[in-house]
Each structure stands twice: as C-alpha cells, then as structure tokens.
C-alpha cells in the first residue's frame, strides 16, 4: 500500500472513530467536533479514560498498535461503567465498533475519577504484561534485538552459539514493513510452526535517521535477499519461498564492499580498487582444505589442538578429512607428524561456477577467484547492455522494482535491452548496495552466491555478545565471551564481572530500599 492508500485508511479511521464515539465525547464535557479531529481526538480520549497523552504515540507504532487500540476500546467502555466481562469481550470481538452500541442506544454517563488500579488479580497481571510487552516490542524493534549465530561463516571472530544484541539505531531503525504481525517473533510462531504475519498490507520502506553509516569491514545483520531458500548450502541453491522484507532470514556477515566500490576476489582475499582489504585484528580469514595423516585422527583434538573448524572425516578410517583453517593454523598443523599431504580447496581462476553470481558463462567466476565487479551506489549512472545486464537485472527488477511498489520488467530483444517494453542504455540507482561475505571463505553462503544486499535489507549492527554456549546450551559455556564487544582492537575483553558487581549493588540497594519504605 502507498503513502496516499494509508493516508486515505487513515481518514477513513477518523470518520469512523467520529461516528462511534461524538456523543461520549459530549457527556465527557467535551465538544462534538474534537471527536472528528485527527490526533487531536485521541488527545482529549486520553484525557477523557485518565490515561497520559503519550499512548497517543503508541498508537502510530507499527505493531505495538495492534495491542494499544484493544487496549483504549476497553478502557473507553470502562470510563462510561461499562465493565462487564460481556462488554469486553463484545468491543474486542467487534474491533471496536461495539462502541456504536453504546454510543447511540445506551444511557451515558462519564466516570471521571474512575479507579484505574484493576479490580481483580487477574487483571492486574494482565495489565502488566501487556504493558511488559508494548515495552519489549518498542525495544526490539527501535533499539536493540537479540540475535544467534546459526553458522560458522564468521568463526574466530563470532562463533557458533553467540547470543548478541543487535543495534537497530546504529545504521537506523526500519519501521515494518508488515504491520499486521505478532510482536517480538520473527516469520514463524514457535511450537505450532505458523507463520506469524499478514503479507498485506505493508507500510512503504521507512528508515529513522541513524547516527553512522556502515563502514567497509564492519558486521552487519541483513535480511537475505533471496529470501528462505530450500537448500542453502553452497552451490546447491535451488527454489525460495517469497516473503516480505523486513520477514525474509536474518544473515550475518562482514560487509568488505560499498557502495561505489569497485571489488574482487583474488585466491580467497578481497581487492577493493585494486588493493588488498585489510581485516581488522580480530577478523581471522579460514580457507578449505583436505589432508591425509599416517593415523587415525580425532576431529575434536584437531579443534582443541590447532583451532581447526568443520573438520569432517571423509573416509571410515578417520585419516582423511576435510577442514577450515586460519593461516596461522595451517603453517603450525603442517608440522604435524602423522600429517601425510595437505592441499588447499579451491576453484582455478577461469573456472566457472554455475551457481555464483552472476550465473552467466561469460564471467567465469568461483568462490576463489570472482570478479571484478561493480558495487551500484545511490545516484550513479552505469551503461546497460547484454553483457552488463545480468550483474543488475534483479537490481532493477526485484529491489528497486516490485519492492519500492513499481513492477519492473527487464527483456532483450537481439542486441537490446529493454525495460518495460523500451530500450535503456542506462540506468540510474535508487538505493546504496553493499557485499556482504564471510571470514571463512570457503563455508559461507554469501554475496558471491546471491550478490549484491540492498540498503533497505539492513537491519542493524552487532554491538555484543551477552552469552555464548559450545555444542549447544547443555554442552558448555564459554565463559570468556560472556559480555564481551563485537567491534573493537585487540582481543575481547569479558565484563561479566563488572556486570555481575552491578547486578549484586542493585539487589542491595533495592532491599534496603523496600525496607525503608515498609518501615
């Protein structure tokens, strides 16, 4: 839906709002017009139920008005006497419009010192965790968002079994798109499998000012642009279920490209413009590679010993394997006595990969040697033609096309290109572009599969880890991770302890301060 169909919902609300409730408004001591005003009725409504004028705000906060506007039904029918159980359950299951009811049929008068404290245990604890909700889902979806790492794309520097919070107001929050959604959940309802939003309507793409931009280098969540494929696994992407955007997966990788950037990937290592990316310390680059020892070999000594991940035996005898190492492990693991031959995993320069971006035989391009290629940058104009065309198809078509509410359709004709039926020579970008891959170069599922993540797919930026568990949470902590920083110099630092200390002085101070009260 477009600005102007939300708006015109918008104006519909209001005269619909009017009709229901003008005469409470009057035996409220309030004029009939301010029942027909937009914002301004729901200020006096506020005054009129005893509630503070800023649930006004609540109720333009995508999701968070879906559980306010019961919320004022019913605390409306209350402020008139109506406090039945009947009552209740008649204005939810009308959406409101049981207020017509008592606006035109029943004798009205206003409680205007009405208790607002609920009058059974029951509906106190109901008010509270309504109220702990709005709260959490306000937190979630403006400010900061828990966040598990599912896949070693990112190892040695996040590892499988992080729990972070995610920063939505470092880069700035995106209003959902989809505002008819269960709060605090992502695309699916836990336990019954479901899915846990309405596709339609949606709000048009919205972002809140945020107070720096995303830097080369740094991680970032993302919604995966390709949204949920059935199998994921590099090299075997095949189908995908359609989503909304801001309900497509999250992904986490390292952002190494711009917009405007001109990149490449020589041997496994990214070229920015030329010049070799440098990571910064904490980042540690895994390759792939397969070995063959004299002896058995115990996968899990490998990961204790030398820090080697995924290594998975490839024959019954457990003496060949399959691993990912740093290049630092690999010089100290070649040392190994049993060690019989060693070789790296990787794709010749020249040899073409079907399923890496762009998928077209005429760039012969792989996970090991890719590119160049050019990152589009808001405002930047590039020449289309039919070589050119199948780096910014989807671009055009899918995330600056259908997304942004326009339908795209790019074809040829011989030596033509053509955008809805007319030829274009070139093409100006709407939105920044970033390449999101990850450390582990040769088992991550990333930009070189499903190149380019547009900015509206930004969701925020990893701030810290708060837990972190090995195998799994039963397995065991890893202690040190506990409370430390994503981002940084040198190695993390766990302020557990600091946090522990403050933890322990609330607790103090709130038992010393309940017992000055009671006494």
């Given at each position: 839906?477009?600005?102007?169909?939300?708006?015109?919902?918008f104006?519909?609300?209001?005269?619909i709002?009017?009709l229901?409730?003008?005469?409470?408004?009057?035996?409220?001591?309030?004029?009939?017009?301010?029942?027909?005003v937009?914002?301004?009725?729901?200020?006096?409504?506020?005054?009129?139920?005893?509630?503070?004028?800023?649930?006004?705000?609540?109720?333009?906060?995508?999701?968070?008005?879906?559980?306010?506007?019961?919320?004022?039904?019913?605390?409306?029918l209350?402020?008139?006497?109506f406090?039945?159980?009947?009552?209740?359950?008649?204005?939810?299951?009308?959406?409101?419009?049981?207020?017509?009811?008592?606006?035109?049929?029943q004798?009205?008068?206003?409680?205007?010192?009405?208790?607002?404290?609920?009058?059974?245990?029951?509906?106190?604890?109901v008010?509270?965790?309504?109220?702990?909700?709005?709260?959490?889902?306000?937190?979630?979806?403006?400010?900061m968002?828990?966040?598990?790492?599912?896949?070693?794309?990112?190892?040695?520097?996040?590892?499988?079994?992080?729990?972070?919070?995610?920063?939505?107001?470092?880069y700035?929050?995106?209003?959902?798109?989809?505002?008819?959604?269960?709060p605090?959940?992502?695309?699916?309802?836990?336990?019954?499998k479901?899915?846990?939003?309405?596709?339609?309507?949606?709000?048009p793409?919205?972002?809140?000012p945020?107070?720096?931009?995303?830097?080369?280098?740094?991680?970032?969540?993302?919604?995966?642009?390709?949204?949920?494929?059935?199998?994921?696994?590099?090299?075997?992407?095949r189908?995908?279920?359609?989503?909304?955007?801001?309900?497509?997966?999250?992904?986490?990788?390292?952002c190494?490209?711009?917009?405007?950037?001109?990149l490449?990937?020589?041997?496994?290592?990214?070229?920015?413009?030329?010049?070799?990316?440098?990571?910064?310390?904490r980042?540690?680059?895994?390759?792939?590679?397969?070995?063959?020892?004299?002896?058995?070999?115990?996968?899990?000594?490998?990961?204790?010993?030398?820090?080697?991940?995924?290594?998975?035996?490839?024959?019954r005898?457990?003496t060949v394997f399959?691993?990912?190492?740093?290049?630092?492990?690999?010089?100290k693991?070649?040392?190994?006595?049993?060690?019989?031959?060693?070789?790296?995993?990787?794709?010749?320069?020249?040899?073409?990969?079907?399923?890496?971006?762009?998928?077209?035989?005429?760039?012969?391009?792989?996970?090991?040697?890719?590119?160049?290629?050019?990152?589009?940058?808001?405002?930047?104009?590039?020449?289309?033609t039919p070589?050119?065309?199948?780096?910014?198809?989807?671009?055009?078509e899918?995330?600056?096309?259908?997304?942004?509410?326009?339908?795209?359709?790019?074809?040829?004709?011989g030596?033509?290109?053509?955008?809805?039926?007319?030829?274009?020579?070139?093409?100006?970008?709407?939105?920044?572009?970033?390449?999101?891959?990850?450390?582990n170069?040769?088992?991550?599922?990333?930009?070189?599969?499903?190149g380019?993540?547009p900015?509206?797919?930004?969701?925020?930026?990893?701030?810290?880890?708060?837990?972190?568990?090995?195998?799994?949470?039963?397995?065991?902590a890893?202690?040190?991770?506990?409370?430390?920083?994503?981002?940084?110099?040198?190695?993390?630092?766990?302020y557990?302890?600091y946090?522990?200390?403050?933890?322990?002085?609330?607790?103090?101070?709130?038992?010393?301060?309940?017992k000055?009260?009671?006494?």
């Open positions: 839906m477009t600005f102007t169909g939300w708006f015109l919902f104006l519909i609300v209001q005269v709002h009017f229901g409730t003008w005469k409470l408004y009057v035996a409220a001591g309030r004029k009939a017009w301010e029942a027909a937009p914002v301004y009725n729901a200020v006096i409504l506020m005054k009129i139920i005893n509630r503070p004028w800023w649930w006004v705000i609540l109720l333009f906060v995508p999701i968070v008005n879906l559980i306010m506007f019961p919320v004022v039904w019913v605390e409306t209350r402020s008139f006497g406090n039945s159980s009947k009552d209740t359950f008649l204005v939810l299951i009308t959406f409101g419009l049981y207020t017509y009811y008592i606006n035109y049929t004798k009205i008068e206003h409680i205007k010192d009405r208790s607002l404290k609920p009058r059974t245990t029951t509906g106190e604890w008010s509270s965790i309504l109220f702990a909700v709005v709260a959490a889902t306000i937190v979630h979806t403006y400010f968002q828990p966040f598990t790492i599912p896949s070693s794309s990112l190892e040695k520097t996040l590892l499988v079994g992080d729990y972070l919070f995610v920063s939505k107001f470092h700035g929050a995106r209003v959902p798109l989809t505002p008819v959604a269960l605090m959940v992502h695309d699916t309802i836990p336990v019954v479901t899915k846990s939003y309405r596709s339609k309507p949606q709000i793409y919205f972002r809140l945020g107070f720096e931009d995303i830097e080369r280098n740094d991680i970032v969540v993302f919604n995966w642009p390709v949204d949920t494929l059935i199998d994921i696994r590099p090299g075997h992407m189908g995908s279920v359609q989503k909304p955007i801001d309900k497509k997966s999250n992904y986490v990788k390292r190494v490209g711009l917009p405007g950037d001109s490449e990937v020589r041997e496994g290592y990214v070229y920015i413009n030329g010049k070799q990316n440098v990571l910064p310390e980042a540690k680059l895994q390759f792939g590679y397969q070995f063959r020892t004299t002896q058995q070999l115990n996968p899990q000594y490998m990961a204790d010993r030398y820090g080697v991940t995924d290594v998975y035996p490839m024959n005898e457990y399959s691993a990912h190492m740093t290049d630092e492990a690999f010089e693991f070649k040392n190994y006595p049993s060690l019989d031959t060693i070789i790296r995993v990787k794709g010749a320069k020249g040899q073409w990969n079907k399923d890496i971006f762009p998928y077209d035989q005429r760039y012969p391009f792989n996970n090991t040697n890719f590119g160049p290629i050019y990152i589009p940058e808001a405002g930047k104009t590039v020449t289309i070589e050119s065309i199948p780096f910014y198809k989807r671009i055009i899918v995330y600056e096309g259908s997304e942004m509410g326009i339908q795209n359709e790019i074809t040829q004709s030596t033509q290109v053509l955008l809805n039926g007319e030829p274009i020579s070139e093409y100006t970008f709407k939105m920044d572009y970033y390449w999101m891959m990850g450390d170069r040769d088992n991550s599922q990333d930009a070189r599969a499903w380019y993540v900015y509206n797919h930004v969701v925020g930026k990893p701030v810290f880890i708060w837990m972190s568990w090995e195998n799994g949470i039963f397995k065991g890893r202690w040190k991770r506990f409370f430390t920083t994503v981002g940084g110099d040198g190695q993390p630092v766990s557990l302890k946090f522990l200390i403050l933890l322990a002085g609330w607790f103090v101070f709130n038992f010393f301060r309940k000055k009260k009671k006494a």
